[in-house]
């Protein structure tokens, strides 16, 4: 008994040691989406370009797809960026932005220059819908399913890897 | 000095035009050099432990030497394999890329080197726990060698401390110095430990008590300095300080912290348990009181640990992601110092072996007065009635006046005739002054932190040239913005008149920093201290029409904190010098014979 | 390499601290000192271990607004906090949430408290039963005697 508490040290270190281990190479900087498997938050946000129409709540029943938010001060958004328009041009899933705090000249010239793979564009100026969607960093991709339900969010930018790992998988499945 | 633009460490951190304290402590200001300090630092303790060692036994001072000199392998292997601070690269830059200037910075430049000395201070009482584990005896000699080390380290770790949250409290824009971030308990956690342990071994050497409990405190405060680096430059966690994030680095600090932790808890569990047990006391004595300290301690250390940690495990284990912030450690930490003050106050009074509580409390009925009397006040006179304020006060105040009442009651001040109470202070050991002057520490930083806590007036709005505003009863008076240069970034400075019932106090001069070559900004508070309070003001953004954002603060005694901390380490520092420490340490007994005489 | 990090996600950060604005701060003290006290529980996502109130980065600053709305329009500060975190999760809490994951981090202190506490009893029981049947050898016997003077 009394040998038992000259271990619990080593044994509790050893516990630790594990745990840590464990953690090791996790980015803890990515935070998991509080709203996971539940419905799209309540928004409506005016157009950003002139011909591509704003996004809200509603539009985002009835197909499976995705929703990014972009800015154009956003130097990873352009790394992502060339993957959205691959996807457009395969025209598999209807493709969202939400623009996120940004000039709309700005936003305007970037989309120009770069191409716009997105149907709707929602203008966030206050980053308010953002907040709604618990955003906390740009970019952020998520899958919304046909009832208008976030089922997966991407924290960063989307490189070919993850569309083919996790994101297209997905879409297929809740396709079917 | 030269700057080698071709090392890529320089070009990382360094710029020609810094300035060159900056320039040098720079070098310790990332994830290389810092280690580079710390392996420098190891080496100068084994070197000083090899130099003031004259008087261990040869064969005790080898199997020191020999921990310290593991510890130190396995820290250059570290360096080799995962960060070499010459890495080169070619062809040179014309010139750095500068240096995070939040960090450029009297009070960074040398927080992190405190923050090592006391760290790898702390590497000797590691050393010389390995070593009497191995030789299988813990006697009062070996008490009294490892405290000086013992000492130091917490010293040194006490002003590390306080460096870094003075650095917070006026670069941060705001008056707060304490944020329970990891990395600030990652440092608060081997001082908690160290606390500990020069207490226990203080039972350990003149009691002969406590042995394998000295010893295992003596590991821990090595260990958690460990767990420590471990944090920091892993990458498990965000926090300010941390360094970039790689998991490299952190498995091969896991690996170290395995071995050498591991190592040292499993001789432990080996060996421990054959250590004979010492001397007996009953349960109310100084030895008693003692105890009580290392426990809340511990456990209020374990509390700690347990809020860093948890969030990571939980992580580790698939659970959710949480964070525990200031409130988890207000609701934690702080119920188990409100106890330990209290025993703080009137342990020294006890006798070692048999104590006399009512004989104390006794003698210290002033000293309950004058908590008594504090607490009273703070209700009477303080509008919103903070209870905890009041009852942390009358603590500081019971901590202060018991301390003295002690030292007067050794020195029988105001009993004896002059002449004898002046023989008698001369005849005090240095290590009784060094207590009572790092326990007035305390009690003086227990004062600030509650007085700043409860009593911060605030002041946030936009002001116009002219304006004035009155803030805790003195009028601050904005005198507008002027851009001026700088060493290495151009200053926007505000100033401000600061007068209280028509005198001037003083002028303040916050500035707002551009470092163009960072390509960042930083905010310098203004601050003018009263010793009783700090008047701090911080200038912000223009909106346009002429008016600022001006912050301005009003933190009572908030100056006490950094106070009491010096004073707390100077206490510290005392007692180092005491000559029993030095030279006294006799010869050591043999096996089997008695301890020595109890003071 | 920390170049190519920082290129995967920009945080809505900014370093140093700041804190409140004035254009912020609500009219009436009472609800600003209630915005005070969410401040105070609410992690900002993006910066380290600080309260939305500590810090300049501007989503934290959105936040504050986003609190003082809700206190505005007469909600609880317990009904603000759920506000947020339904939408950023309990990491966003200061304070974790008491449940089954986290009772060992809340009553481990107490608990670890508890069981020094009963472990020393127990050693200070043992001891002095120890202490009064043991008693001193002949060999004690003879130290202590030549201690006391050798009186017999």
Sequence with gaps: MRRLLYILPVVLLGLVAVLAYLRLGKDPSILPSALIDRPAPEFALPPLLDGVPGLATADLKGQVALVNVFASWCAPCRVEHPVF???????????YGINYKDKPEDATAWLQRLGNPYTRIGADREGRAAIEWGVYGVPETFVIDREGRIRYRHVGPVQPRDLDEKILPLLRELQK | MQSDFSVANVVANSHSTKPMLYKVSAAWGNHEGSLLLWVLILALFGAAVAGFGGNLPAALKARVLSAQGMIATGFFLFIIFTSNPFARIFPPPMDGEGFNPLLQDPGLAFHPPFL????????ITFAFAIAALIEGRVDPAWARWVRPWALAAWSFLTIGIALGSWWAYYELGWGGFWFWDPVENASFLPWLVGTALIHSASVAEKRDALKSWTILLAILAFSLSLVGTFLVRSGVLTSVHAFANDPERGLFILVLLAVAVGGAFLLYALRAPALKPGGLFAPISREGALVLNNLLLSVAA????????YP???DALGGARISVGPPYFNATFLPLMLPLFVVMGFGPMLAWKRGDVAGALQRLRAAMGVAGGVAIGVLIFDHDRHILAAIALALAAWIAAGTFVELAERIRLFRSPIADTLARARGLPRAAYGMTVAHLGIAILIAGVTATSAWQTELIQTMRVGENVTVAGYRFTFEGVSEVPGANYRAERGAFLVERN???????????????VEQRQTTEAAIHTTFFSDLYAVVGDGDGKGGHVVRIYHNPLVPWIWIGAIVTALGGGISLTDRRHRVGAPARADRGTAPQAAE | MIRALALLLVLLTATPAWTVEPDEILADPAQEARAREVG???????CQNQAIDDSNAPLARDLRILVRERIKAGDSNAQVMDFVVARYGDFVRLRPPMRAETYLLWFGPALILAIALSALLLALRRRKAASRTVPLDANERARLDKILGGEP
Excluded: D, N
């Design chain 3, 40 to 46: 105070q529980e609410l992690r900002c996502l993006v």
């Design chain 1, 85 to 95: 328009l691959r996807l457009k041009e395969e025209g598999r899933v209807a493709i």
């Design chain 2, 502 to 516: 028509g005198r001037t106090i003083a002028h303040l001069f916050p500035e707002r920093r551009f470092y163009p």
């Design chain 2, 116 to 123: 090592y000395l006391g760290y790898v201070g702390f590497s």
């Design chain 2, 302 to 309: 374990a509390a700690v640990l347990l809020g860093t940690l």
């Design chain 2, 312 to 314: 990571l495990f939980l």
